[in-house]
């Protein structure tokens, strides 16, 4: 069987605001810190948590959400797939490499006021690298002129409710 398989989902709290850059293109990318707990007790019975603490880089619009809503804090579901930067360091001229997320499918967890816990928050499912979705590659007065996603899923742009 020669078949490959790169899929990753993780559950934790967003590690600093994040920043919207975007390309020469126009394209937005969001670079993400996420942290994800495990809790687990030790062969003594002794109860721990450790934190792992997870790059993870966003694209397109969903760069431009995560942009928008997510908080430091903020608790978030990432869906994503694994890549392998590598490079030289300048100062040192070692070969350094770092495994991060690139995130194709994003869901904000916690209370809709950004506050954690509770239920609420909402779901984006974007792209990968910008490639992916060249369509997604506006200029950036264009972007900014768009109303934002609804607040509520069951409610459509003008607020009325959808009849499913």
Excluded at 16 to 21: A, K, L, N, V, W
């Amino acid at each position: 069987m020669a078949a490959n398989f790169n899929k990753v989902i993780l559950i934790g709290n967003c590690t600093r605001d994040p920043e919207i850059r975007y390309t020469p293109k126009g394209t937005a990318v969001v670079e993400l810190g996420v942290a994800v707990n495990r809790n687990y007790t030790a062969d003594n019975g002794e109860r721990r948590e450790e934190t792992t603490f997870v790059s993870v880089t966003l694209w397109s619009r969903l760069a431009e959400v995560a942009g928008e809503y997510l908080k430091k804090g903020r608790p978030v579901l990432i869906e994503g797939r694994l890549q392998l930067d590598t490079w030289d360091d300048k100062q040192t001229g070692q070969k350094r490499s770092q495994l991060r997320v690139v995130g194709e499918n994003m869901q904000m967890l916690g209370s809709r006021d950004g506050a954690p816990g509770g239920p609420g928050g909402g779901g984006y499912q974007g792209g990968g690298e910008p490639d992916a979705h060249p369509a997604q590659s506006r200029p950036q007065a264009q972007r900014r002129s768009q109303p934002p996603p609804p607040a509520d899923p069951d409610l459509d742009a003008e607020g009325e409710d959808i009849p499913f």
